[in-house]
């Protein structure tokens, strides 16, 4: 009798377990603080803390608190944060106890309004966090929220701001939150290639996308992370078209989860515009501003909504030149099903350029129709050997141009989210599970595929390139003329830090 109730014990907690990873994330550390506000300022469903209940936090030699009328911000559902600020004339710095070790998300509210004789905008500073410089000698323009996520291992975190000379630091708003530990893991790997040391990189979003779809804001994403739709970013937006079929994605056990990219952005997707025309053979290209002398993580997000049947739609994915998942078959990645979310990873070599094009096409393999699509994408720009995610402090780019000939391995690996977590429990639980049956407990439980531990296995192709730096010249002569005009103006309107506001 005891043991049965400790089965059924382990069998609920189990069951609790998985319920949290598969749907509402709780952050284990979760700090919240509307700077400068005088009451707490609710966002969505999560509270901002008013100042003066963080002050426990804030350690600074000096007190200025800032306000502005709300008229002067655009409407934001999260604008109310913006409204007030706290200003650091000396160095000062937040420390929040952690008490789960893992990645942790450094989200930064920054608007620079004038109070008094303080001009936000001539504001210069730096913030560090962990022997990481996260900005350098910043200052911003209009409203920009930045994202940053580092590991903690220690008990605390501790994020500095340091005025630059004769300037001062301000900040809006900030957020310091728990990440799933399996949202971003240690390799990109397969076969005998990967990437190693993902843990100690600090990470910077530098933007995140959701091909053929609306705006997907922080309230209806399970992480409050906010996807900006993707047609600003076409090369040629005449090649393109969106295809929409949310209610059709079902997420399976051991790939992405809704944790690593909600149901709006897996059931909207960018195809190509075939027009009919069977012999259609053309790339659809996107392409971003970034930041030369880093290396990026990029996480592409696929879900074929778009198929009638299994093993219909072959493509090939590009990074700048280079093909990092030839002949990509989505159904024998998801495990023979349409429909399931299922990711990439991805780790270019240090870019050269201040551009990132990525690019999808057909794959000679014989497609029933050619086409290729893509369903999210997210752009993390990786720390450099100093430590540092600043573009100031960047290897100038033709320094690192020379040494961008040498062969960089770049790792690609499939999401396989929980999977690896998830197998010791799936034997737990299943041993559980064929004594609770004997017992006659086995109608509440929903069996899962083993299959699905397997997937971290089914690595798509391994890197190894130059990082894809150089546009050809020989592209498309449509594509070129459109960039030369479009993507000026657009990289212009979305400044690389401003993923955030559109
Ligand atoms: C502000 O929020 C905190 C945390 O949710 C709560 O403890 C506190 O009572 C709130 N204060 C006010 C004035 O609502
Ligand atoms: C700004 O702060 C002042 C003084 O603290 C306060 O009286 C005023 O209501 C605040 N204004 C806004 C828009 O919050
Ligand atoms: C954080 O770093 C520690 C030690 O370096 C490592 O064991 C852990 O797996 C890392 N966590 C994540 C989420 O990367
Ligand atoms: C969240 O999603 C729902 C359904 O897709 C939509 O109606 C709503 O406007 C979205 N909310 C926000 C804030 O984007
Ligand atoms: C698609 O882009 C890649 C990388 O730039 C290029 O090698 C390939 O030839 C392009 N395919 C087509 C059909 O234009
Ligand atoms: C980023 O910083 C970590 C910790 O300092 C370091 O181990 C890693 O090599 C750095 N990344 C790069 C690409 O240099
Ligand atoms: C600031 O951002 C908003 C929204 O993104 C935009 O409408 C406005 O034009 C921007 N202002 C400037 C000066 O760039």
């Known amino acids: 009798m005891g043991c049965f109730k400790f089965d059924l014990f382990i069998w609920v907690l189990s069951l609790l377990c998985l319920g949290l990873l598969c749907s509402g994330f709780v952050p284990a550390d979760n700090y919240l603080i509307d700077c400068g506000s005088l009451a707490n300022t609710t966002v969505g469903n999560r509270v901002f803390l008013a100042d003066n209940l963080a002050s426990k936090y804030l350690s600074s030699p000096k007190d200025v608190v800032a306000n502005v009328s709300l008229k002067s911000i655009t409407s934001f559902d999260d604008s109310p944060l913006y409204q007030t600020a706290r200003i650091f004339p000396e160095s000062s710095k937040y420390t929040f106890s952690i008490s789960h070790s893992g990645r942790h998300w450094i989200r930064l509210y920054f608007y620079p309004f004038v109070f008094g004789s303080y001009d936000l905008s001539k504001a210069k500073f730096s913030i560090s966090a962990q022997n990481f410089a996260l900005l350098t000698d910043f200052s911003v323009q209009n409203t920009t929220l930045k994202e940053f996520s580092v590991n903690v291992t220690s008990d605390s975190l501790v994020i500095t701001f340091t005025p630059s000379s004769n300037s001062f630091a301000f900040l809006n708003a900030i957020e310091v939150v728990s990440v799933p530990d399996q949202l971003i893991t240690d390799d990109v790997s397969s076969g005998s290639e990967k990437f190693q040391g993902l843990m100690n990189q600090a990470l910077e979003t530098a933007w995140r996308v959701n091909m053929g779809g609306p705006i997907v804001s922080f309230e209806n994403d399970t992480l409050w992370r906010t996807w900006v739709p993707d047609q600003s970013f076409l090369v040629n937006e005449n090649l393109a078209k969106d295809f929409s079929n949310i209610a059709a994605v079902k997420y399976d056990v051991g790939l992405a989860t809704e944790d690593i990219a909600p149901q709006t952005v897996y059931g909207t997707l960018t195809e190509m515009n075939s027009a009919d025309n069977p012999n259609s053979n053309f790339n659809v290209t996107w392409e971003f501003t970034v930041d030369p002398g880093f290396q990026y993580l990029v996480r592409f997000h696929f879900c074929d909504v778009v198929s009638k049947s299994l093993n219909q739609l072959y493509f090939n994915v590009y990074v700048d030149s280079s093909n990092v998942a030839p002949d990509l078959d989505l159904s024998t990645s998801t495990i023979n099903k349409l429909a399931v979310p299922y990711y990439l990873d991805i780790v270019t070599a240090s870019i050269v350029r201040n551009k990132l094009r990525i690019s999808i096409g057909p794959s000679a393999v014989n497609n029933a129709y050619p086409n290729a699509i893509l369903n999210g994408l997210e752009i993390m720009k990786m720390n450099n050997s100093a430590g540092s995610l600043s573009g100031t402090n960047s290897v100038s780019p033709s320094n690192s141009s020379s040494k961008s000939n040498v062969g960089v391995i770049v790792g690609a ?87 955030y506001h559109m």
């Open 413 to 499: 690996s499939v999401g396989s989210f929980i999977a690896v977590a998830l197998a010791g429990v799936l034997f737990v639980l299943c041993r559980r599970r064929k004594r609770l049956a004997d017992q006659g407990h086995s109608k509440t439980w929903s069996p899962f595929s083993m299959n699905g531990t397997n997937s971290h296995t089914m690595g798509t192709k391994v890197l190894v390139g130059d990082g894809s730096v150089d546009l050809p010249p020989h592209g498309h002569p449509s594509c070129v003329v459109h960039m030369m005009g479009d993507c000026e103006r657009k990289a212009y309107a979305y400044p690389a830090s401003d993923f």
